[in-house]
């Protein structure tokens, strides 16, 4: 329900301009503080109690562990871990990132032809030199990740909004769903990394789709099937289950169960998980060499690598509401991709498929984690002869099946065109950009735009004429109320976003729109004139005056200094002894557009920032205005960027501080005080004593 | 003199909250114009006068030579077409876009080694094929102009701020200066394009500097002192001299008949202009191989040739206060460059150097540069031997003096330090860029870092807490005003800027700074001491009321809907019987942090847009303080986005559209309304009726 408010808003106070309010209200000095002075105040306060904290937040660890619901949470984390784990043990590492690391390795070091001049690979077999390679890669990917959690550098996924981050993984889960389409066709296709790889893998898939597998084919499908219904089912019936049914796991030793019983492997030709490597080799010593030899690729990897996994904690962060830090996921992977290395694993990132059958098989907390690793380790050592029959294509379907939730975002797209353009846009094109050019360049594309969708909007805002609302001393958009009070001679034009260099010229054709005439082509016009008057009253031509052009003079100029401002006459144009009055019919051979505005208000209070550059273009703006004798007022200008036009010198003899107020009715007050005689609004006059 | 107002401000009307404004003032229901409307309504009105207007705005010699005062203007313009055709004949086109066409011919047409495989070579010498590949790459980068001015892509200068054109301008003035260098040393240096180029330029001059020819070196000093001198005359006098000294026509003459006279070639080994290829050649017709071959280098050609000139263009129309229009330009380089090619001309641009000479020699329209066309053109026809024996240091030694006001754009960095320090890093950022990775790739990176100010500026903008001016219905900064009133437990928190993706989270912890507490952790702490009371009660406990916990209950709960909703309890804790009463003191073993806060009014009045990604923090940050009995009020929140809150399903039974409020007063109005009993500000109640 509504609640209506019906108490009386009574306001009895001077009228006030910015120059009077600060006669009546002093307002204190403030210095703002430098550049310098911050960092020196941020370095002081550097304390024990700071560092603690910000260990602690490296740490995060140590809080959760403290707030553990065993009852709750357990069971979900084991059945989930459990399934998870299954999935890790036999699915590589994440796509994207094997590529662009396999990429040094084949650079380094090739299939044939020489490999590259490193005495680290000295006596060691060209597995081992590879193996030393990616683990040295991961190390220095480590570096780089801890360097900039340190650093805090994190800040930088703020910049990873909602609409990226989704348009970014469902582009993500597209890739997987190209990357396993293999294993559940039965077809072998090498990886292919770099831009419109996509569309690569795609053709050399379809070349061979006549030598699909049919056996793993419809493996798969019943596969994906029965796991889709089921997965719908837990979703329906979450209150009543005790735990999800963990079908993943059910149909994993199913499907192992029957490929080993019906020999799938030698009688349909299908590609089983095959012998896995037991136990555990020794660690190694990262090579500094490789270092040097692949830093500028390793930078990328780290990025992609930590944005990838930071967007898709994001999305289950906002699916479940909790925060997460960026400086600590750097530092986290950071160290565990240096401590990884030297144990000859892989560069860590996230892994989308298992991630999200972590999810909707219930895991809720980092000990599911913990269990799938667990679980890994397990079968890596003692159980994994079991696995061996398990065909490839029922790890492809089963990771098809849990993309599920991230294909379902491409439903956005509808969603976000019929609220917010620009976003559809940004998601779309880091989508695009994801699909096509791959994730690295996608990810450029899509920050890209998302950045450029800033400026647009504050570039191409909606501009508006406001009104009065009868009997009150609020204003509105016009064109939003059948009742509003607009003065004769008055135009209120808001200005709806901060004014800058980009969009300083878009306003000032708004507002000659806005006001129906250009005020510079007026001054030409006028000085035309004026010059043709001249040289008629150089020639002392005794017809001038019978041709009416007495009308056009004043008697006189009272204010001589004032006159001089009124219009920038060329020089020799300044003797001239009169005063045009410009509002007075004029003979049709000067065609001087007549300007029925005498006061032009603008609702500076949307302006968060004006900058120098188009500070310039205010300035000639307001200029033009007054030169045509339209009184300009500024309301509700801040307080910021009135000491910034102060500190740049905006004001002189024309514009000058006066010309500002604090609310659009004290302006419109002072408008109808300074011109009574004009017909206005009876409705305005009721808010005024 | 500052004009103090003292009418009287009276309002008296209901306090208005959004929606009891919109019973008293009818809305219109507005449709937005969607996409396809706007283009189909710009299309229709395409008629035959905006096509005639068209046609001026790109053909514009037609408005200004009706323009043209012949008294004033002629004289400057022959000067100034003199002392620039002089220049012009004997100076190369503009380095950079010489450095990248001859980039082109060199990979197309290489020194030695197979030249392209391009059928229209036949027959040709390699000069020749040299000057057909540079005069079609000239011609496709016509064409890509022209393309560009016709589809009106000009709007794209409007990214050209005043502050980065002067960065890039400087930069290419850098440019020119070392370019001038070898030829005021009289040394021989290789043209270098490319990243770095004027650091391997500088080197390479360093190297050989021993072999300084002094005689270039000593003529080029004292022309460039006496050349200094009398232009600071010219400036000076430039009231009394009817035309400025033309110095540069005098120097070249005394330049040539001295080295003439002496002959410097021989004796001094002085390099010199020499013999000039006289007449003309017959149009030559671009070849569509060449085309294929170079469309991907041609088009950033265009790019920068247009953009170099037109910046350049910009910095004499600011200092000379007129218009220019990107389109018109394209269409004008399109069509000269196309044109040109044809008679084997090269790419055109700007030419810095004879801009600054033309300028400051008095030239006033194009027919200065029609007469140094001119005079090109008599030169190199009929007079060019009589320029042969002038040194080419001396022509150095001209464009370096009249490089000095490009170069004085330097001072720029300390004024925009002291007034934005964003601007200053976007000059300093692009004239860095553009010196040390060569004017292409230092544009784009200026650009880069242009559009990120804009983003940072909203990114981070200075939040502020507001308060009342006693005895008006005005709000400023506290921090501004010493004497403010600011009722307890009420805070105005002003949100300074849009509102999204990447400035959400520091509004958040601005809001926490400001308000002194986190919501979010308060309601953490409550929930936890209700599951303690909770296990207290399941326990039956009769010492817990002893303890004084009987203060922490309500005696009845009147609106059981509304308790539901007051605390995001988990849901076994929802049959709790009682609602707590958290501002009475609780016992130590509760620490739950106090809140003395009734009130959170948030000023959206510069909050120009929201989109979707922040509006789901936002929600969170709304729904964390009214979670915590705090009454978020939003005050001035523009018409757009609440059209958008509302397509967005942005209200709930939490965030209510009675939160907001026309403006602030309004709603302290009613926050003192509903806490009537608090102390409040008794000023405030002056304006209260």
Request: with cysteine; aromatic share 8%; charged share 20%.
């Amino acid at each position: 329900m509504m609640v209506t408010l019906r108490k009386q808003y009574v306001v009895s106070r001077p009228v006030y301009s910015e120059d009077s309010l600060a006669e009546d209200h002093e307002k204190i000095h403030r210095k703002h503080k430098a550049l310098m002075e911050h960092v020196k105040e941020y370095l002081t306060s550097c304390d024990a109690n700071r560092a603690k904290k910000a260990v602690v937040s490296v740490l995060p660890v140590i809080g959760w562990m403290r707030m553990y619901r065993v009852r709750e949470w357990l069971l979900g984390d084991v059945v989930s871990g459990v399934s998870t784990g299954l999935v890790a043990i036999m699915q590589g590492s994440f796509p994207v990132l094997s590529l662009m690391v396999g990429a040094v390795v084949t650079r380094l070091v090739p299939e044939d032809g020489p490999h590259a001049n490193i005495t680290d690979f000295e006596g060691l077999t060209q597995d081992q030199q590879r193996v030393l390679v990616a683990s040295s890669v991961t190390f220095l990917m480590g570096i780089f990740q801890l360097a900039m959690g340190v650093l805090q550098v994190g800040f930088i996924v703020v910049y990873l909004s909602d609409t990226l981050v989704s348009g970014f993984t469902t582009a993500a889960a597209v890739h997987i769903l190209v990357s396993q389409l293999k294993f559940v066709l039965g077809l072998s296709v090498p990886g292919i990394n770099g831009p419109l790889s996509m569309i690569y893998t795609l053709e050399k898939i379809f070349v061979q789709i006549t030598s699909t597998n049919i056996c793993d084919l419809v493996m798969s499908i019943v596969i994906m099937v029965v796991v889709f219904i089921v997965k719908e089912l837990n979703d329906r019936y979450r209150a009543k289950l005790p735990v999800p049914i963990p079908i993943e796991v059910i149909v994993t030793v199913i499907a192992c169960g029957v490929s080993y019983g019906f020999n799938f492997e030698k009688r349909y030709d299908v590609e089983v998980v095959g012998t896995m490597v037991k136990g555990y080799e020794p660690p190694i010593v990262p090579s500094v060499q490789v270092f040097q030899e692949s830093a500028a690729e390793a930078f990328p990897v780290a990025i992609v690598g930590f944005t990838v996994a930071f967007s898709v904690a994001k999305v289950y962060a906002n699916k479940h509401d909790y925060p997460i830090d960026g400086n600590q996921e750097l530092v986290a992977f950071g160290v565990s991709n240096m401590f990884g290395a030297t144990f000859r694993s892989f560069a860590a990132s996230t892994a989308l498929s298992r991630t999200a059958v972590q999810e909707s098989s219930g895991g809720k907390t980092q000990v599911a984690g913990l269990i799938s690793a667990m679980m890994a380790m397990i079968v890596t050592v003692a159980l994994g002869f079991l696995l061996e029959p398990l065909p490839r294509s029922v790890l492809g379907a089963l990771v098809i099946v849990n993309l599920k939730g991230m294909l379902m975002q491409f439903r956005e797209i509808l969603y976000l065109w019929r609220r917010d353009k620009p976003e559809c846009v940004v998601w779309v094109g880091t989508c695009l950009g994801a699909i096509l050019l791959g994730l690295d360049f996608g990810l450029a594309v899509g920050l890209g735009i998302e950045l450029l969708t800033v400026v647009f909007r504050t570039q191409f805002p909606r501009c508006s004429i406001l009104a009065n609302l009868p009997g009150t001393d609020l204003y509105r958009d016009q064109k939003d109320y059948p009742l509003v009070c607009e003065p004769k001679g008055v135009k209120i034009f808001r200005i709806p976003s901060p004014i800058f260099f980009a969009n300083i010229e878009f306003f000032r054709n708004k507002l000659v729109e806005a006001v129906g005439f250009n005020p510079l082509r007026v001054l030409r016009k006028r000085n035309k004139a004026l010059r043709k008057i001249k040289k008629l009253l150089q020639k002392r031509d005794p017809g001038i005056t019978e041709n009416g052009l007495e009308d056009l003079f004043w008697t006189a100029t009272n204010d001589p200094e004032e006159n001089t401002e009124v219009l920038e006459l060329p020089a020799d144009l300044k003797e001239l002894p009169f005063q045009m009055n410009w509002s007075a019919e004029l003979p049709s051979e000067f065609s001087v557009p007549t300007v029925n505005l005498h006061s032009l208000i603008l609702d500076f209070s949307a302006v968060s920032f004006l900058d120098i550059s188009a500070m310039k273009g205010l300035k000639m703006a307001l200029k033009e205005f007054t030169r045509v004798d339209v009184d300009v007022y500024i309301v509700s200008c801040d307080a910021l960027i009135m000491e910034k036009l102060h500190s740049c010198m905006f004001f002189d003899d024309e514009i000058r501080t006066s010309m500002f107020f604090p609310t659009l009715h004290d302006a419109m007050l002072d408008v109808l005080e300074k011109h009574q005689d004009n017909s206005t609004g009876s409705v305005l006059k009721d808010t005024k004593l």
